[in-house]
C-alpha cells in the first residue's frame, strides 16, 4: 500500500530552506505518510474547500498535498511554516 511521493518546485525550495534537524524529521513523517497515509497517527487533516487537499503537521511546519488514490501518489505542494501554508489553491 506504499505510494509515491512527488514535490512540486516550490515544495523543494521550501524543503531547502530548512535547518537539517527539521529536514530529517520532515523527510521521516513523509516517508511514514507514503507508507500508510490513512494511519491514524499521521497528523492529517482534509483542507475545506478543495478536491483533495490535505496538510501534514510536523511542529510548526504545514506540509500541503494531495492524495491520489488510484495512481498512489502524493503531491506535495508546499512545505511551509504555519502562518503562511495556507495561502493556495488545489
Not at 530552506?17 to 505518510?33: G, M, N, V
Not at 497515509?37 to 487537499?53: E, V
Not at 511542529?59 to 511551509?80: A, F, M, P, S, W
Amino acid at each position: 500500500m506504499s505510494y509515491s511521493l512527488f514535490y512540486s518546485d516550490e515544495a523543494k525550495k521550501d524543503f531547502r530552506h530548512l535547518d537539517k534537524s527539521k529536514a530529517i524529521i520532515l523527510r521521516q513523517k513523509l516517508e511514514t505518510l507514503a507508507k500508510n497515509p490513512y494511519a491514524p497517527n499521521n497528523n492529517i487533516n482534509f483542507l475545506k474547500n478543495t478536491a483533495s487537499g490535505f496538510r501534514l503537521r510536523v511542529g510548526n511546519i504545514r506540509v500541503i498535498y494531495e492524495l491520489d488514490t488510484q495512481n498512489k501518489t502524493i503531491y506535495v505542494h508546499k512545505i511551509k511554516p504555519r502562518g503562511s501554508a495556507y495561502d493556495l489553491s488545489l
